[in-house]
């Protein structure tokens, strides 16, 4: 069971802007800093952003996050083909004493 | 090139044993934390546990799924991490991925490509 949760699924046209967010709670997002991860079908995860928007050398500045209290946010602008793939945020949960994720969001370019 | 790969994997029954290593190469081993993730056929990413690097002791920690049944070790001058699991369950089934902690902001920057676990009778 999953402690951060995210919307299943999330789908746009080749250069729409698509949004993602992970909520969770005092003890995770609102104590710790979040991290995102991508994931194409059958391949080990990814590192996408880190300490909530730094994006590893890579990255495209077309992926930036946020995050407000015991929220999080991850931005896709310039959607594109390549860009379908499971998204998952995660955080270190300071009472879990573990990293927590969330469900995944599947993320459809139409 | 950094690279993590795994191995180890295989078909094993309930309640018994089986032993993951992680071979590095293409940075110095001793000096990151290393993790290990698993994600069951067709779910999310689940954490399973770390540990630390010598010159931060060498500590580990484990979810609360996993502990007292899965242990990580590490040999620096092989660069090997390794994950013992004992007592296996059917809700062991997995792919099980080693990471190394980017050192800061509780982030993974290099994953292995996996290795898979399947657990029945």
């Known amino acids: 069971q999953s402690v951060l949760t995210q919307p299943p699924s999330a789908s746009g046209t080749p250069g729409q802007r698509v949004t993602i967010s992970c909520s969770g709670s005092?003890?995770?997002?609102?104590?710790?800093?979040v991290t995102w991860y991508y994931q194409l079908p059958g391949t080990a995860p990814k590192l996408l952003l880190y300490?909530?928007?730094q994006r590893p050398s890579g990255v495209p500045d077309r992926f930036s996050g946020s995050k407000s209290g015991t929220s999080a946010s991850l931005a896709i602008s310039g959607l594109q083909s390549e860009d379908e793939a499971d998204y998952y945020c995660t955080a270190w949960d300071d009472s879990l004493n573990g990293y927590v994720f969330g469900t995944g969001t599947k993320v459809t370019v139409l | 090139e950094v690279q993590l790969v795994e191995s180890g994997g295989g078909l094993v029954q309930p309640g018994r044993s089986l032993r993951l290593s992680c071979t590095a190469s293409?940075?110095?081993?001793?000096?990151?934390?290393m993790n290990w993730f698993r994600q069951a056929p067709g779910k999310g990413l689940e954490w399973v546990g770390f540990?630390?690097?010598?010159?931060?002791?060498?500590?580990?920690d484990y979810a609360a799924s996993v502990k007292g049944r899965f242990t990580i070790s590490r040999a620096d001058s092989k660069s090997i991490a390794y994950l013992q699991m004992n007592s296996l369950k059917i809700e062991d089934t997995a792919v099980y991925y080693c990471?190394?902690?980017?050192?800061?902001?509780?982030?993974?920057?290099?994953w292995g490509q996996g290795t898979t676990v399947t657990v029945s009778s």
């Open positions: 540990i630390r690097s010598k010159a931060s002791g060498g500590t580990t």
């Open positions: 005092n003890s995770n997002i609102g104590s710790n800093s």
């Open positions: 300490n909530n928007n």
């Open positions: 990471t190394r902690d980017h050192g800061q902001y509780y982030a993974m920057d290099v």
């Open positions: 293409g940075f110095t081993f001793g000096d990151y934390v």
